[in-house]
Structures are given as C-alpha cells and as structure tokens.
C-alpha cells in the first residue's frame, strides 16, 4: 500500500529539500517505485537538486489545475528508473493550490507509487499545510539549535491538527530528522545535544545527519548525495534512515567521515 510522507519544518534552510531527494533516491536504491514532489509554489529547488532543471515543461500546479495529465508531468529520474518527480511552478502563486486539486494528484499517484514524497515549503502558510494535509507520516526536519527546534515544535502541532488523519481521529506517526549535526560542537556546548531536541520535540528520532560538505557538493552538481556519495557520512545516515522509514529496526548513529567508524549509538528507534 502506497505511503504518503511530508518532509517538512516550520523554519527554512534546514534541510527538506536536500533531505527529500537523499530519502526519496535511497527508499528507490532499495528497490521501492518512489515519485518527490516539490510543494514549494515560486521558489521551486527539488528539481535542481534532483537535475532535472532542464526537463521540467508541465508541474503540479498545471496537474492540479487539469492543464495536463501526471504522467505528462512526471519526469523519470537518469539514475534511478524507479524514482520519479513531480515539480513545482517558479511562476505561479501558491494560491494556484487547491485542496480538491492536491487530493486528486496524491489519490492517481498512490496507484503508481510506493513512496509519495512532499516536500514542504517553511512555515505555515497555504503551500504547508496542503504538503502535509493528506500525508499518513511526517518526517520534521531540524537543526540543533534553539529556533529551529522552537518552530519545529509549531509544526507538530500543525500535524496533529490539520491534516486529514488527524481530523478523522487517527495518530499523524512523526519522526524526528536531525541534520548539520556536529557532535564535537554539542560536547562543548556550540548546538543542542541530540538528546536535548528530543526532550523538546518528543517525537521518535529518524536518523542524524551530520555537518559535511558533501551535502552541499551533492546539490551543487544536481544529484542526491545518496547518489552521488553513497560511501559519505550523511550518505549513510540518509540510507539508514530510509531503512527506518520502510520499517527495520535498527539503533541510530552519528556517521564519522571514515569508513566503518560510527558515533555513539543512541538507542533510539523510529516508530513503526
């Protein structure tokens, strides 16, 4: 049965949309048929760092409004055959958004996907709640430090109150991606410690990425940095945290840079 999941956060620059691509390109490594889709109306960066700038001609915006069919949207990942995405509009307003528009896409692509992956704009505003508003998992993306953990808190709140499930009755499963972690740094006192943003957040911990320049190596050259450096330390973080989402049970690390060494293990598993 096909997953919807929103990758989301209330502050910006965190790390959704490299996040959405590493996750989405590692849940498709693992063989699931996964489609990323950018809800990000205007500002529009999913494609650049998936690579597929140059091949977008139709996006959500023109699905939603019945300008042109999803598969004619859909651009099929060089790398990948069995992940997809599904742009956003750099020249529309978010406002172009519909509810019964955004239920009709997310309905046709549960029959063709096993992952639905929403990659929400910050915030609060209409573009976020619709990312979220049909999803059946949230990951919340945030860094180790105050803000962003504080804005991260009002979007748990968002989630257990409007989106369909939780209007319905039913638990909105969340977990908790920690990203540009750097565990010197939180031992002296310079970021939050990991279990810091858990006592705040109280939501299951999917996975910690830390701090490396392989991230923004990744996205500069358009590729998910599960693919385009899969031996990296956030590579692996983001491969094991993809294994989390598809349901193993598996402790959470912090990777180091060298091969085969991880950080302390924190016994923390992602809820099923």
Aim: net charge neutral; charged share 25%.
């Amino acid at each position: 049965m096909a997953k919807v999941l929103v990758v989301t956060s209330g502050k910006g620059g965190v790390g959704k949309t490299t996040s959405t691509a590493a996750l989405g390109a590692a849940l498709a490594q693992n063989g699931s048929n996964v489609v990323v889709i950018d809800f990000d109306v205007g500002l529009r960066n999913l494609d650049l760092v998936m690579g597929a700038e140059r091949r977008v001609v139709y996006d959500l915006i023109n699905v939603v409004q019945g300008d042109a069919k999803l598969a004619q949207a859909l651009i099929r990942d060089k790398r990948l055959e069995n992940l997809s995405l599904l742009p956003a509009s750099q020249t529309r307003d978010k406002d172009a958004l519909t509810e019964d528009g955004v239920a009709r896409v997310i309905e046709e692509l549960r029959e063709k996907f096993d992952w639905i992956i929403c990659d929400s704009p910050a915030g609060i505003e209409r573009g976020a709640t619709l990312a979220m508003r049909h999803a059946d998992m949230a990951v919340v993306v945030t860094n180790p430090e105050v803000s962003s953990v504080r804005d991260s808190d009002r979007i748990i709140g968002l989630l257990d109150s409007k989106t369909a499930r939780a209007e319905s009755g039913e638990r909105m499963p969340k977990h908790l991606l920690l990203t540009r972690y750097d565990q010197g740094r939180a031992e002296r006192g310079e970021m939050l410690k990991v279990d810091d943003v858990l006592e705040i957040l109280s939501i299951p911990l999917l996975g910690i990425i830390p701090e490396s320049e392989e991230v923004l190596r990744a996205s500069n050259v358009g590729s998910p940095v599960t693919i385009n450096s899969p031996t990296s330390a956030p590579a692996r973080a983001y491969a094991e945290a993809a294994r989390r989402l598809a349901g193993e049970d598996i402790a959470v690390t912090v990777p180091s840079e060298k091969k085969g060494f991880f950080g302390k293990l924190f016994g923390r598993r992602a809820a099923a």
